[in-house]
């Protein structure tokens, strides 16, 4: 059964006189618990479908349904409810809050998911800085961190409220290849240990290769989308 479905799925933007059409009905499929990898050139329009599966974007037409919801009939306060609970996010920069230490970062989720026990939700934070291998950092703040280090900062705020999606964009494009390499797999590990749905944006081809399924974009049509079960429908 399919845990997101995504049915002729249309998204243009206007630039200067021109409009580009992001997405061109695109139709695919996801079973709850799959980890799937999307790639494409530049312009193909990954990014733009990753950020509207993870409700960061809206769309033109079509539809999109993760779990139950139906994205389209959410408002813009039901949808961020809907993120916070639902979906962990990492992402290329880090995008990490300067301004908190470690333990702080990976607690904000906890927080706007209305987790008010303070002993809670440090221990649900310790338990994943340990097994992000960074429990001994816990009070560092970003600055004071590698790149591989912060990404793996993000990566325990993406799990920590054991979300049923995660979606990655480029995680490791700012990362040396054995520290990309090393940082793919733990978090394929965690999220994989708690259950959640993955996709996960890259241009990288090797892993795009590795890939348990591939869904590939050019133009804004799907090339294929790597599942017999799955064809796409474009027209």
Do not use: W
Not at 4 to 29: C, F, P, W
Not at 152 to 181: C, M
Request: one cysteine or more; charged letters at 25%; a neutral charge.
């Amino acid at each position: 059964m399919s845990f997101i479905q995504v049915t002729n799925l249309r998204k243009s933007y206007e630039m200067g006189a021109s409009e580009v059409h992001a997405l061109r009905d695109v139709s695919l499929n996801v079973a709850e618990g799959e980890r799937v990898f999307l790639g494409g050139p530049s312009g193909s329009g990954k990014s733009t479908l990753l950020h509207i599966i993870g409700c960061l974007d809206g769309y033109d037409g079509g539809s999109v349904v993760i779990g139950e919801k139906n994205v389209a009939k959410a408002n813009d306060r039901d949808m961020s409810d809907f993120r916070a609970r639902n979906i962990g996010f990492v992402f290329q920069n880090f995008n990490l809050m300067p301004v908190l230490n470690v333990t702080e970062n990976v607690e904000y989720p906890l927080l706007l998911n209305g987790i008010k026990n303070l002993k809670q939700r440090r221990g649900q934070v310790k338990d994943m800085l340990e097994s992000v291998g960074l429990d001994t950092h816990a009070k560092h703040f970003p600055n004071e961190l590698s790149g591989g280090q912060r990404q793996r900062v993000a990566i325990a705020r993406a799990l920590v409220h054991r979300p049923r999606l995660l979606i990655a964009d480029e995680p490791t494009a700012n990362l040396d290849s054995v520290t990309g390499a090393a940082i793919m797999a733990l978090m394929l590990e965690l999220s994989r240990n708690h259950g959640s749905t993955v996709i996960i944006c890259t241009h990288n081809p090797e892993l795009l290769d590795k890939a348990e399924r591939r869904i590939m974009l050019r133009d804004g049509l799907l090339e294929n989308t790597g599942s017999i079960d799955a064809e796409p429908t474009n027209h």
